[in-house]
């Protein structure tokens, strides 16, 4: 590294100086702190240099500075702006050295001791996480400086400190040899976004402390040693254990799992100091081949997480954090890879409190050297493995006492190198109670598994099989799928054909979709803004808008379709055959038995936290419901549980059980009676509707009636009873969605822009014939995009008995199609159209070919505007499967081909040409799509496409559609 230049420490790579080594992290002990949160005095500066150190000072004159939230970062507060890349450097690639324009924020608070600090002892002061670089000043006199953004730090500060009037300064440089390991795929965002905090070190302190807990399942125990550099007592109450540290204790205990988060409260006391202890006692190994806790195999129902907040950025509250947890919770995720940096540690409190699996993933990301042909990587490189070294040990020693994390995780997308092995032996050698991750090196030399990214579907199975290629002794190792179903926009599709294979083959144990959150930064023009929203070059675009959340943390219907996925209890229908009875014989068919196959998919509970309860519907309403036994069947085990007789139901009706699976009691994730599992039985099939018909078309002046309808000359419907209807006709087009636009780094076209290379998005409608029959009105057209000659023949037969207007529509296509359609079926306008919509069908939520599984068959109300996803940049959304009918805007429509049903207040047009959600604006007339199909949505926008039997290709098809204008029926209707 001989550049000519005295590299400055934010410029050279070593990790920094002056600071403590790392320890292990506690939320609060018995010796006092002081929090230095809040608001802090501030100076941004173009350059690290621009400003000399006298800033830190006493006495400096600061009259001029801004005032700053410390958690924060200066980009979100009013102070130069945020800058999303995912893989990309957004500077030249030449380490170790940054930009000279490299924005810097002297931060600056002064504080005072509160008057009960207790005199003797010591104090430091701890950094939980800094972007990029910091130096550090107290009272004048310079502490050290350190990178590592996402890792604490603490320096001993005792002799410095005075009981008034102190001074703490920090300056933190945005760019440093820290951002080359920093390169996730997230915004660029400086400043001081975690807890500064003051520890007051009291004499006799406890010292870094590692507590070893582990589990055996054939014997019952828990066996326990707290090894510690001062040494104490060990005190856990309820299980009698006082014991000196280092000393090992073997009592029967209850073991800690995701599914049951025991914890043991205990204390860890030297001389001068009480630490409270959370302790779970469990054992994780790979056996067999399997990743095993408490001998028994998991599977990983996980996410990615991202810390991100839309105001605050990576600066999180408890609230937030623990807002997270519930929500994954109560959606069946039970693991979460900390992607890419440990997260808040408070975060992992939660985890072990609440249950999560946790793959802690070090703060390190070396992406962008990919673009240079991963030259000069810093992972390959022994002059930065220090850094990386620092990195691991920071890891590891801050979170090493949370059960919940099972697996430590090098870090993503760094490529290869010594480094990395550097890393991994030196976790290895200071806790071997857990697994070691790292998906970048296929050579599996340094990990306890197999991992991989968005593989698809085929090899997932084959490395399910064990018929992978690669290394024999990879294909002894479990396989995770570290990340995959790329959670982008509408998506992701084909969710439960992976969770089918990871059911099916003991070998894969599951995975973690990417990602959890939409990193949508709020904006006041944009609602949320993604990459190029501040100008930003390079950028990456909406790309970081990829989450099972939307930004503001309401669930998107990809959480849904994954809560419903990843279910722990399977529920499906047996067919039980009536008991013979003697004599009579009679076996009316309420009587014949409808039975329940109950599947335990948990890995460690049975089935008694929960119970069964069922409702049977007629037409969509509850006629009748009541409660089940929920048989108290073991992991991995299933049994038979018998629906009473089905309730007596009108003639001429549809019915079905909805059965669910509910919390029997409060559990400390969520109440009594939350759903965890669900299923619908159909029972009655939906009788064919009879189709009107019976009046004749007329010619009216340059208007064609039949029955209540009006048609143009050109066969196009004007009306139906008074009620105007605009432009009724084919339509194959769809806003494309994250996925239908593929992955930007792939050199074959997208399936958008094969679309819109052939003209899907511009289809010509040309009239063939208008023929007026006795029975009908004919409209033969062909649809067809300019400049090929590929086409469909669409024929639209209207007939009617008065009031009701029956449309049979027929599509034929010609030429050789090789690309599917974006959707087949019919659009239309109702001019004045608003509020309330009901419709009887798939619900509540959007679904598509390949996320329907959370859609649940019933009657559903809501208004126009609820049925939009508000995806953060806009695209096709919001269609409802299996429609039977459907009231809105004044107008029925009845189906008997459960069609997808769309309504929404702008075109397909208007929704592509959209690029954030305030480009929306409703206009005046609701547009109606009743598609015959939609091609599937796939994850390809980091992934895998549709699956074969969701791809939507062009071939005859037909639809049948009853017009009437709506009279609105009884209530009973489930609000969405
Ligand atoms: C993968 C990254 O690991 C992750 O951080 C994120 O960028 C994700 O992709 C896509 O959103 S890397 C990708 C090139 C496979």
Redesign the pocket.
Known sequence: MDHGLDLRHHEDASPGTGSLPPRAWYAASDAPALSLNGTWRFRLSPTADAEDDAFAADGHDRTAWDDITVPGHWVLQGHGAPHYT??LYPFPVDPPRVPTDNPTGDHLRTFDLPADWPGPGTAVLRFDGVESCARVWLNGTELGDFKGSRLPHEFDVGALLRPAGNVLAVRVHQWSSGSYLED??QWWLPGIFRDVTLLHRPEGCAGDHFVHASYDHRAGTGTLRVDADVEGRVVVGELGIDVATGETVTVDVEPWTAETPRLYDGVYATAGERIPLRIGFRTVAVEDGLIKVNGRPVLFRGVNRHEFHPETGRALDLDTMRADVLLMKRHNINAVRT??YPPHPAFLDLCDELGLWVVDECDLET?GFQAVGWRGNPVDDDRWTPALLDRAARMVERDKNHPSVVVWSLG??CGTGRGLTAMAQWIRARDDSRLLHYEGDSSCADTDMYSR??ADHDEVERIGRGADEGPEERRQLPFLLC?YG?A?GNGPGGLSEYQKLFETYERLQGGFI??WIDHGLAHPSYAYAYGGDFGEEPHDGN?VC?GLVFPDRTPSPGLVEYKKVIEPVRIEPVRVEPARTDGDGDSDSDERGRALRITNLYDFTDLSLLALTWSYEVDGVSVADGSLPMPAVRPGECAEVKLPPAPKRGRGAESRWTVRAVLAEDAAWAERGHVVAWAQLDDEARPVRSTPGGTAPVRDGRRILLGDAAFDAHGTLLSLGGLEIKELRLDVWRAPTDNDNGMPWRPEPSLSTRWRRLGLDRMQHRVDAVELRDDALTVRTRVAPAASDLGLRVEYRWQSDGPRLLLSLEVEPEGEWTVPLPRVGIRFGLPGASGPVRWFGGGPGEAYPDTCAASMTGLWESDVDAMQTPYVRPQENGARPGLRWAEVGGLRVDTNDGPWFTARRWTTEQLDAARHRTDLVPGDTVWVNLDIGQQGIGSQS?GPGALPQYQLHARPERLDVTFSTAVTRGNGAARH
């Open positions: 995912n893989q996730q795929d992607s890419h992406h993503n997308e990214m968005y990340e790329h982008m990417w990602e790309f990829d980091c």
